[in-house]
């Protein structure tokens, strides 16, 4: 069973546009959420994470923004760079406990 | 700081044959996880260690698969006999004990199972 959904599969974005990427989760005890960038070659690096307490988080171009109601959160990338090209995974824990990863978003930023 | 260390890189082996990987987490981090992350997929966590006790197992083909961490530092994950369908990047991370503390990935090691 899947813990944790993620779309779309892939995304295609002018320079300078904003990438929304989706995730829902199921399970209500899972308290922290991170998102992680992927180059090829690399393993995941951690991009920006949030906790259910607040609705949003912003980190330069980068924002989650959290519905715990839902059980949803998204990644939103402003101002789109072609640097930003790469794999984007939401994932959900909770204390102690193992991570689990969406199945991935590939991002490709068009100059 | 240097970063979570793994090898080798790449390893191309026949199905039934056995191959072993290394990790070298990040100085001081006493949670390690390995993760298997099949292409197009998310990571999935195969084994996570604290210190040199197993923490969780629970997704680890243990008729095939075993990992150790002696002396609770660098860590290795083997198996034996590989499948086809072990064909995978093989992802080590470590963080610093205690919630909500940032994991970091190593490169990995790319798995080809012919």
């Known amino acids: 069973q899947q813990q944790v959904k993620q779309s779309p599969q892939s995304l295609i974005v002018q320079k300078g546009g904003i990438s929304i990427i989706n995730c829902a989760y199921e399970?209500?005890?899972?308290?922290?959420f991170p998102w992680y960038q992927q180059f090829p070659g690399k393993g995941p690096a951690l991009l920006i994470a949030i906790r259910p307490d607040v609705s949003e988080k912003k980190e330069g171009r980068f924002t989650i923004s959290f519905n715990k109601s839902a059980k949803q959160f998204s990644l939103h990338i402003m101002d789109s760079q072609p640097g930003d090209s790469a794999t984007y995974f939401c994932a959900a824990s909770r204390p102690g406990n193992q991570f689990y990863f969406g199945t991935g978003t590939s991002l490709t930023v068009i100059p | 700081e240097a970063g979570v260390a793994q090898s080798p890189r790449y390893k191309i082996i026949e199905k039934r044959q056995s191959v072993a990987f290394w990790c070298n987490p990040i100085s001081g981090h006493a949670t390690l996880y390995w993760y298997q992350q099949i292409l197009g997929q998310g990571p999935k966590l195969l084994i996570q260690?604290?210190?040199?006790?197993?923490?969780?197992d629970s997704q680890l083909p243990k008729d095939r698969f075993s990992a150790e961490r002696l002396k609770g530092v660098d860590s290795t994950l083997k198996i034996q006999p590989a499948k086809l369908e072990d064909s995978a990047v093989y992802l080590c991370?470590?963080?610093?004990?205690?919630?909500?503390?940032?994991?970091?990935f190593g490169p990995g090691t790319r798995l080809t199972v012919l």
């Open positions: 991370a470590s963080r610093l004990a205690g919630n909500y503390n940032e994991q970091f």
């Open positions: 399970n209500t005890a899972f308290d922290y």
């Open positions: 260690f604290q210190n040199n006790g197993v923490v969780d």
